[in-house]
């Protein structure tokens, strides 16, 4: 199964853009890219998912690799409430495939 | 607007007991998953079910049964629980299996901490 590679943590300052980065190398070409987020002591919540374009949301955006090797999660401010263990997740669409969550990027944003 | 619910939030057995976590979803969603969380991990999936009356094993199923009551509902149980399933164990849902024409939006529940002692 495709996997993910994410930085185990990142810092950023509050009401400053984030770009959190995912590596997925091995993807094929029918993984859907989807990103989660889980706040402490809660379940994970769906932050945005895309395919080839770039898409996005009223919570993000997300920016994907030409190649689809890499996509990068964009909090375009961000605010103490967006500290998390943010995700990055390959959806398959082709399969049974189920969704493997690794260990996440921990966000931590000072005020 | 409840989603999916979860129940108990809390409980701690001792090796040998078991019981079931109850797992419902209001959301009218074909799939439902079983997902465990160690401290300072990822999600691992224990057991799926891509529609009623169907149910697939996980990356970690073991010491765990499933039953897909109805389309709503969706149970774990240890038979026999041992010191290693201390754990927060999460329900989640979606509207299919598999990603393509519908987002594949995984719906999760609020967890349920599970202790054996």
């Known amino acids: 199964d495709a996997k993910t590679t994410q930085p185990n943590s990142m810092e950023s300052n509050e009401e400053e853009p984030v770009h959190l980065p995912c590596n997925h190398s091995t993807i094929s070409g029918t993984d859907y890219i989807h990103w989660y987020r889980q706040l402490p002591s809660q379940g994970p919540e769906y932050v945005i998912h895309?395919?080839?374009s770039n898409v996005n949301n009223r919570m993000a955006s997300l920016a994907i690799a030409e190649d689809r090797k890499s996509s990068t999660l964009i909090l375009h401010r961000a605010t103490l409430r967006d500290a998390a263990v943010y995700y990055c997740i390959l959806r398959a669409s082709g399969s049974a495939r189920q969704l493997t969550f690794g260990s996440g990027t921990q966000l931590t944003v000072l005020p | 607007n409840a989603g999916v619910t979860q129940t108990p939030k809390f409980q701690v057995l001792k090796t040998g007991q078991s019981m079931t976590l109850q797992c419902a979803q209001d959301m009218n969603h074909n799939s439902m998953y079983w997902y465990r969380q160690d401290p300072g991990m990822g999600l691992r999936l224990i057991y799926y079910?891509?529609?009623?009356?169907?149910?697939d094993k996980g990356e970690v199923p073991n010491g765990y049964n499933v039953s897909r009551l109805n389309k709503r509902e969706f149970s774990l149980r240890l038979e026999s629980a041992a010191p290693s399933q201390t754990s927060v164990y999460f329900c989640?849902?979606?509207?299919?299996?598999?990603?393509?024409?519908?987002?594949?939006?995984?719906?999760f529940g609020e967890g349920s901490r599970l202790t054996v002692l």
């Open positions: 079910s891509a529609s009623e009356g169907t149910t």
């Open positions: 895309g395919l080839t």
């Open positions: 989640a849902s979606s509207e299919a299996l598999l990603a393509g024409q519908l987002s594949g939006e995984l719906f």
